[in-house]
């Protein structure tokens, strides 16, 4: 080996050290990005994962809150629908009375009802043609003090059951409609 050979051979062997070493740190370094590239993805996905168990408890929460508005919704559509039931079942009931019993109801709603001044019971044609011959006295005896009522003679066809009270221009409704909110 001539002194050429042996410095191209020292030169040769310095370069491949310098690029054994070149590829050594470009492994470290791909190897570290490779490490941080994985931790970041592992760290996103833990991003992720939160925030899709957050959206997910966020929607459960809605979900659950409007289920719990349509079953308030449905209980209360039943209660109303019961309390319709009962109401119809007393206005029948009112209806049903004997004549005697409807009539002391009338009486008694009257009573409860009457102003302490002069005024007029307005019947409907049904009451008029069935109503007992001394209705009116007893009507007068349970009325309390100050309150005097007389019986119209002329019904009115709008009165299926109950009266209107009448004082002067004022009308109070006691029909069974008016009493029962139809």
Known sequence: ???????LESIRSEGRRTADGILEKARKDADE???????????????????????????????????????RKTVLSARQEIIREV????????????????????IGLAAKRAMPQKGEMVLGARDISRGPPDFEEKLRAALPQGAELSVKETP??????????VYGGIEENCTFRALFGD
């Open 156 to 165: 009115d066809p709008s009165i299926e059951g109950g009266f209107i009270l």
């Open 1 to 7: 080996m001539t002194g050429l050979d042996t410095i």
């Open 87 to 106: 109401i119809e079942a007393a206005e029948q009931y009112l209806y049903g009375l004997s004549d005697d019993d409807y009539f002391k109801v009338l």
């Open 33 to 71: 990005i490779l490490s941080r590239g994985e931790t970041d993805a592992s760290l996103r996905r833990e991003d992720i994962l939160r925030g899709v168990e957050n959206e997910a408890r966020d929607t459960a929460d809605r979900v659950l809150s409007s289920a719990r508005r349509e079953q």
